[in-house]
């Protein structure tokens, strides 16, 4: 019973059904809303009551490496709480865990198939302005925000860049190893490839642990993949098992041609470790949810550029980027400050936020006249190649000096010993704040950590300065993440500082937190 402009919440983890449900979704002009599999039931019941959907797809679980999470239940108890329960859910049982079925309520997807209840539907026809899907993102007050694509625009968008930024084309074989509940799944499991022709790859599993820190090299020998997309962490976590690369040498990935990565800042360390070791360009790219594809790329299907560690290279077509200082100035090269790209925006944006105007005014548009601020701050070299150091939250003040975390983080990210590295700002009374480092080490380090963390602040002071004031460093065995790769600052800054910590729904562990709350709560 699902028709133009109905929402569907498609709940899923990383099988077919997942693609088909958007792809059906996308056919009968009805508007879709991708949960990640797993997300804890007061989480999904926001998104439905802010969607409203006719009908909820699940399947009977999710497979991780160490355990199957059964979804069904945290879809029942999501509905109960829900003011807004969608009419029907149509629930993929997989052979791990059967789900229980409600009488009245909940379809069998394979059921539905075998009993004649589906026949090809016929392609409605929408405004290129009509809204193709929604994807929530963590808004800063705690409600999520759901950015709306539209169907024109998006389009146009991903098959353009495809071509121009990602140089793939009809019959290649491409892969974007993330979860088609983040943008990059919408935007480059799904719609992008599908669009140029090319051949797109789907993978339920990890970097590493499913079954080793080879598995990406497995799946790119096995299905001949000329390009991979990911986000730095998964190649910090191979990095961080596998240091030597001993598993590249396993297997054949001559077909290889081009590793992008994005949806973090990628550190110069993981930059070198990957261009030595897969030997093809390693070829960063910012964007965001908003935005729904890169805004800075170095376009290697139309003019590849010089790649410069430490920057995604140079804005896209379509966007004018501008840095900016507090009172909306645009600054010199080299000057830090807030990065906007100036108005209008280009095909494939948000138009808006889901039933919310005023708040995607609000968030994005009214800090500065004429400008959309992405919430990052960073510099443009005299190049014209843009450096992405953070968000303007991340921006410290020690002293009176101004003082970007993410530099700290890339230097420290050179050390040989460090896997990955977070740098945040701590209240201090007598300077304002105060840098503090947080490491986890790569496997097999067996150096002492007290040395280790003497290198790190020499490392930081020859570099950056006395200035930084960087002077407390902490060897840890974890930190915490987005699914996507994001690390959670905010969060590490609020319970270092005492405060009542806001843990979004989009962790990936929050036991990582549970460790770490005591070694961010013992001080200097």
């Known amino acids: 019973g699902v028709e133009k402009g109905d ?10 059904e997942a693609v088909i449900a958007m792809l059906a979704c996308a056919r009968i002009g009805a508007v879709h809303s991708v949960v990640f599999g797993g997300f804890a039931p007061h989480e999904l019941a926001i998104r439905i009551d802010d969607a409203k959907p006719k009908v909820l ?8 490496p160490s355990r199957t999470i059964a979804y069904k239940p945290m879809v029942d108890r999501a509905i109960e709480a829900a003011e807004h329960p969608p009419s029907a859910v149509v629930v993929k049982q997989r052979p791990e865990v059967a789900a229980d079925l409600m009488e009245g309520r909940d379809l069998d997807w394979d059921v539905a198939m075998r009993l004649g209840r589906t026949s090809p539907a016929g392609v409605v026809e929408v405004g290129a302005t009509d809204p193709l899907y929604i994807l929530y993102t963590s808004g800063t007050t705690g409600k999520p925000k759901g950015v709306v694509r539209d169907n024109g625009g ?48 789907m993978y339920e599993g990890k970097p590493v642990g499913t079954p080793d820190a ?18 730095p962490t998964a190649i910090r976590a191979i990095k961080k098992e596998d240091p030597a690369a001993v598993h590249v040498g396993e297997y054949d990935i001559s077909s290889l041609e081009l590793l992008f990565l994005a949806g973090e800042r990628l550190d110069p360390d993981t930059f070198a470790w990957a261009t030595q070791h897969l030997g093809v360009p390693v070829v960063d790219n910012w964007w965001q949810t908003e935005t729904g594809w890169p805004i800075a790329a170095n376009l290697r299907g139309l003019e590849p550029m010089e790649l410069k560690a430490g920057s995604p290279s140079v804005p896209v077509p379509g966007y004018d980027v501008r840095v900016l200082d507090p009172d909306g100035a645009p600054l010199p090269a080299g000057s830090e400050g807030a990065i906007a790209i100036k108005l209008p925006m280009p095909p494939g944006t948000l138009p ?5 105007d005023e708040r995607y005014v609000n968030s994005y548009l009214s800090t500065h006249e004429g400008y959309y601020l992405s919430g990052d701050g960073g510099f443009i070299d005299q190049d014209g190649y843009l450096y992405v150091m953070g ?15 993410g530099a700290m983080e890339a230097v420290i990210s050179q050390h040989p010993a460090v896997a990955e590295c977070a740098v945040i700002g701590l209240a201090d009374p007598l300077k304002g704040q105060l840098p503090r480092g947080f490491v986890v080490l790569n496997a097999g380090v067996e150096a002492d ?12 002071r020859e570099e950056i300065g006395a200035v930084a004031a960087f002077r407390a460093v902490d060897v840890v065995g974890g930190l915490p993440k987005t699914r996507s790769g994001k690390i959670l600052r905010r969060t590490m800054r ?31």
């Open 57 to 64: 797809v699940t399947a009977s679980c999710g497979i991780e």
């Open 494 to 524: 609020d319970i270092a500082d005492g405060k009542q910590a806001q843990v979004p729904s989009t962790i990936e562990d929050a036991g990582v937190l549970d460790t770490l709350t005591p070694v961010l709560r013992q001080g200097e």
């Open 154 to 201: 998006h389009a146009v968008a991903m098959t353009w860049s495809l071509a121009n930024v990602y140089d793939i084309g009809a019959g290649d074989v491409w892969w974007a190893a993330s979860d088609v509940g983040r943008v990059v799944g919408h935007s480059y499991i799904v719609y992008a490839p599908l669009l140029a022709g090319a051949t797109t790859l």
């Open 449 to 460: 950590p007290d040395d280790i963390r003497s290198e790190l602040v020499a490392m930081v």
């Open 352 to 356: 808006t936020l889901w039933g919310d």
């Open 214 to 231: 080879g598995a990406f090299w497995r799946v790119i020998a096995e299905h001949r993949v000329k390009a991979l997309f990911t986000a």
């Open 7 to 16: 929402r569907v919440v498609i709940y899923m983890p990383m099988i077919p």
């Open 391 to 405: 968000r303007t939250d991340d921006v410290i003040n020690v002293a009176g000096h101004r003082l970007s975390t």
